[in-house]
């Protein structure tokens, strides 16, 4: 376990002294930044949107979450490229894999260490809406569940992302696939809402509910809307479990 | 005897894809030895020297680190190794004194100790100057120091350095040797090269692969003893070659043309002197005799070239 966190603290010092880090936190930081800043500007136009039912934490919240997973979608592979896929092409995984550390430990820490600074970005997108408290009351449930589930999606996106990076040795192939990947399970998304059930040997296949229960974003939305169910945590858990270990598998596989 | 072994490797083999790149090979390093592990390029030491290390695994074989099986338990047998891949794995964007301070923590280094040893392993490796500089803005010669520093910054009983002097120049060629025979006082060293020379400044015994096999496996001291036994002579009206094979003391004769003849000697056996009486005596006209001393060099190339040659046939 020591070993895992000085494999995370390693990763993290070495994206923070790299440039990349600091332009996609800029980025990432300025693209919500406007969208944050145009949706109170929308709000403060048409004042009648506020409804029963969405307040604000709803209409500027549930949207900039919405965005920073688009955002997430574009930064997750460029982060998660660099582990696997360009330590195999350098050569330095020799250095991690000829140490006393396991395969276990290797994989956490770099997770650990992702997560460690994508929770950085998230942190910097949840103070936005957060920083609305100071002027208007604010409905916090919603806002938590919103920000559980983003924080969540990191963490699924970011675990698929390591597995890819540990099938390849190209850092763009790597970065290339996660990206197909992330957006595949978009539409995915986009199937479940489609209500298709084609009709196969007289028996009528559910595959918009299929694709519902299957899709990342679906269970995203729900938290999103501030319904906090834990079949939808319990599913990025097992979604980002089940990535972590066919890493695990595909770095043993690397030795045989 | 076996527990003096620090590191024993027993019928190891590799294929890869069906290309069988490592072919049956037994590796026994006692305490304090230097093991030279020669070969042509191709000849499998990068993936021998890769499964001693842990980082591939055998088709078959087993492997005992400081009397951990590689296989079984490797995290305790990895605990007693250093290793220095190829390519030396460092990170660009770190300095010296952060990148070994992670090496030293990964190799669980405790924390009270982790600065001696930094310091301990930048002397070694002659890194004190450039303990705050980054690793990337270094030359190729300190970036290698750095790696062999990497690999002995837990003090590890078992160092296995791959071809450490690697593209290196003249002068960092001889800091890397004095190096690793500095090292080779405190632990096992198993040092690979393509290059000859090298083996020979540092290595205790010597080991000659090729086509995945070991064609030669003797310390260095022998295979250089050997060489006083073959005599060059050459005879300007000699006589065929039974009669200088039945000549007492002579094992083997080999025409060298032109009158010339490589004559290897029984061992044990100085036959110069009786040779160039007979020669005399029977009116030969002996004009040259010179023991022919074939180093380490000439052998070498002899190894791999016949054992190309049994292959050839063989296949």
Partial sequence: ?256 | MESDLKLSAQGLIRDYAGRRAVNDIDIRLAAGEVLGLLGPNGAGKTTTLRMLAGTLAPSAGRILLAGHDMARAPQQAKRHLGYLPERPPVYDELTVDEYLAFCARLHGVERAKRADAITRAKADCGLEAVGRRLIGHLSKGYQQRVGIAQAIVHRPDVLILDEPTAGLDPNQLRGIRELVGRLAEAHSVIVSSHILSEIQAVAHRVMILHRGRVVLDEALADAEARDDRVIDIGLRAGPDRSTLAALPGVETVEPLGDGRWRITAAPGRDIRGSLAETAVHNGWHLVELTTHAPDLETRFAELTRSAEHTTAVAS
């Avoid at chain 1, 604000?56 to 997430?72: D, E, H, Q, Y």
């Avoid at chain 1, 820490?109 to 950085?120: C, E, Q, V």
């Fill in chain 1, 1 to 256: 376990m020591n070993l895992a966190v000085s494999i995370a603290r390693h990763e993290l010092r070495r994206l923070f002294v790299s440039p990349l880090a600091w332009t996609l936190l800029a980025v990432s930081q300025l693209l919500t930044g406007i969208l944050f800043a145009l949706s109170l500007t929308d709000l403060s136009l048409n004042p009648q949107r506020i409804g029963a039912y969405d307040g604000v934490s709803a209409i500027v919240g549930g949207g900039l979450f919405r965005f920073a997973t688009v955002v997430l979608l574009l930064v997750v592979p460029l982060l998660t490229m660099r582990v696997f896929a360009e330590e195999r092409k350098t050569g330095n995984i020799e250095l991690l894999l000829s140490s006393p550390a396991s395969l276990t430990a290797v994989v956490l820490g770099k997770f650990a260490g992702l997560m460690g600074y994508l929770t950085l970005l998230f942190a910097l997108v949840a103070l936005m809406p957060l920083s609305l408290a100071f002027a208007t009351p604010l409905d916090i449930g919603l806002l938590a569940s919103g920000l559980i589930g983003l924080w969540l999606v990191m963490a699924a996106f970011c675990a698929l992302g390591l597995f890819l990076s540990s099938l390849t040795r190209e850092p763009t192939l790597a970065a290339v696939a996660t990206l197909g990947a992330l957006m595949l399970l978009w539409l995915f998304y986009a199937v479940s809402a489609m209500e298709w059930q084609p009709v196969v040997f007289g028996t009528a296949l559910p595959l918009g509910d299929a694709a519902r229960a299957l899709s990342l974003i679906g269970h995203h939305d729900a938290l999103l809307r501030g319904v906090f169910s834990s079949a939808d945590v319990l599913y990025f858990l097992i979604f980002t479990l089940c990535f972590l270990a066919l890493t695990v598998v595909r770095l043993d596989m690397d030795r045989h």
